[in-house]
């Protein structure tokens, strides 16, 4: 399958985080700042958790290692990966929380890849979570100036693409969102989900750009003049004029990949939901050596940072909730190690993560060694 | 028009996928068998014709070395030539060719043993006596000379002309067309052991996704959700069809009766009937939704095109309908 799939599924999923974890910790609150009952700043209290994040996803040399032609990671790693970095700033999810994030995550970008009106549209979704990203870290520099390194990366790999290549990587990005049925609350509300978790594709609508509404046989003649023949079609189109901008500020025409939550539309998954994975999950048992090379890089990255002021995100409604999904969960650290088992003696393996490596660890400013970076990989 | 029948369900999930059926009908044994791609495995279920009884089994794509991970398959197709069929499965790293029911390999011919880029091999057919054609992602035809029996199976040529991924292969008898990323698509005609080109068809930027050739009638259906109809032989365009709201996945035409069925990614599939004239013409016969399914897969089953199924994104059913 395409082997330039990875950056948007990486950039897409982090955009649906991003977006979760904006409502979740305005709706929540940090402990600290809650002095002021009932009188916090809706959009202050997450910035700084936002802007650690950001920064470590957009981490420049993690950036270009995953803008490398490669083949995606397996379900499992990318889970982790996510995991990682959405505990790179202070705050803590237990492991229903973060099955419930990455659920979230996967479900709102499956549902964006399965309606893009055409292949090509994938991008136009990546730069409506591109811009919203850029918003978040608008006040901090050197975040920004990372999102903006990767929204030239994105239009340098992606813009000049034909929509056979686009076709490609849509069918890889769904190929890996199969089998995952997980149902959301706010896509059943909004009636865009089915109750066993399959997107509702209501016919009609809008057209991809550059297509024409069915219904009509344009039949040559020997001469080479043709005549229209009509047929009737039962829903009607519309034909869309006007193509969805790249630029960074300007307006993509495409209101997937937005922010679908809101104060009035919380994040929530169905109470009684769980994701089925039916069939084999071939890919699971083999994890791919490269991901796991990425893995590593990415938790060297985070690894180093350790902070103490910690406060615990919770995405169900009540603690109580939380711990109720919580129990028939395999503790998070079990179903990890499979994944990273991360040997140090073994990270010479690659000279260029070796040095990205010793980079990272003067601009964390860790002075831990290996051994210790293996202690927290394993915490 | 179409009555919908029982489905067959398989072992896993469709992938989304161009082309993503194949059917092979053993009027011998009364069996008729259907594969469809599910990730790095293909699923085959093989059914009484009547129905009653249905059998399933797996094929899963052989990885020399098992260093990186399964590869996906990308195309699954029985290709039944005079003397011999086989099962071809085509992956991001290679092409095996099984007996017909998946259980022997035959023949591995590989692409390419790097993980950062991707050979991927898309569109099988059987042409003349004794060809196998595949086509890759560099534009190129690929053919084997596929023996009665054994394991022989030798490259005779590469056929080079498309200047991007070849998307799907089509034949009849001693004529191949191909098809790529572009919308381009040539016609080829096996004269001994060699190929020549017959014509071409200029693509338009949009994926030509998927072939079917009837009576020397060529007919492309694109991501355009357009289908154009050609006279092969001349590169003449007969009709240009605006079919489908989304892209066309998938196209088959039934043998005795020049009947066409087209799905797409807008839920449809829509039955066409092929006229062949000097400039070949198209009529529009039957729509139809298959609710909340983004279609990848449609086939004939018999060769009247009275029977035929359908496949589906992330749904493990192949959907039959009867012409009433």
Sequence with gaps: MSCKTLPLLFINLGGEMLYILDQRLCAQGIPSEKSQKGKWSWKRIPVPILHDIVSTMFNRRFIDEVFKPQTLYSKKAMRTVFDRIAHTSIMRLNAASMDKLYDLMTMAFKYQVSLALRPKDLLLITLNHMSAIRKYVEESNPARTLVEYTYKLLIDTYASLSHGEFQLIRQTLLNFFQDMHTRVSIFLKDKVQNNNGRFILTPGGVLPFGTEPPGNIRSYDESGKFRNIGFQVVPSYTASTKEGSYDMQGDTLCSLGKNMYSVSRPVETSGTSTSVIQGSDLDTSNPDPLAKAHLDLLSQLIGAKVTKNEFRLNLFKTDQEEEEAAAPIQPIETSHSQVINIDASKKVKSIELTKIFGEMTVDVGSKGDDSDLLDLMDS | ?324
């Excluded at chain 2, 791609?37 to 129905?51: E, P, Q, W």
């Design chain 2, 1 to 324: 028009m179409y009555r919908k029948e029982k489905p067959i369900t398989l072992k896993g999930s469709t992938s989304a996928l161009c082309n993503n059926l194949s059917v092979f009908l053993m009027p011998d044994r009364k069996q008729i068998s259907y594969a469809v791609v599910h990730r790095a495995l293909v699923n085959i279920a093989c059914a009484s014709t009547d129905g009653t009884s249905v059998v399933g089994r797996q094929v899963i794509c052989k990885e020399p070395s098992a260093t990186q991970g399964l590869p996906f398959v990308l195309q699954s197709k029985w290709v039944c030539l005079p003397s011999r069929t086989v099962i071809v499965l085509t992956s991001s790293r290679g092409i095996q060719i099984f007996e017909p029911d998946g259980s022997a390999l035959v023949h591995w011919h590989s692409l390419s043993d790097s993980s950062d880029q991707a050979h991927l091999a898309r569109g099988i057919a059987g042409v003349g006596e004794q060809f196998l054609c595949v086509g890759t992602e560099k534009g190129s035809i690929l053919v084997f000379n596929l023996p009665p029996k054994g394991p022989n199976v030798t490259l005779e040529d590469t056929l080079t002309g498309h200047k991007s991924p070849v998307t799907d292969l089509a034949s009849e008898k001693d004529t191949l067309v191909s098809a790529d990323g572009l919308g381009y698509i040539i016609v080829w005609k096996a004269k001994g052991s060699s190929f020549t080109q017959v014509s071409s068809m200029r693509g338009d930027g949009w994926a030509c996704n998927s072939l079917a050739i009837w009576k020397g009638i060529v007919v492309g259906g694109y991501a355009s959700g357009h289908l154009r109809v050609y006279n092969g032989n001349t590169g003449v365009i007969g009709a240009e069809v605006a079919a489908h709201a989304r892209a066309i996945n998938a196209i088959d035409v039934s043998r005795e009766s020049g009947m066409l069925i087209s799905v797409s990614d807008d839920t449809f599939f829509r039955l066409w009937q092929l006229r062949p004239m000097n400039v070949p013409q198209i009529e529009f016969r039957h729509s139809e939704c298959v609710s909340d399914l983004q279609l990848v897969g449609g086939q004939f089953v018999d060769d009247q095109g009275r029977v035929l199924c359908v496949t589906g994104y992330d749904s493990a059913d192949i959907n039959f309908y009867i012409r009433a």
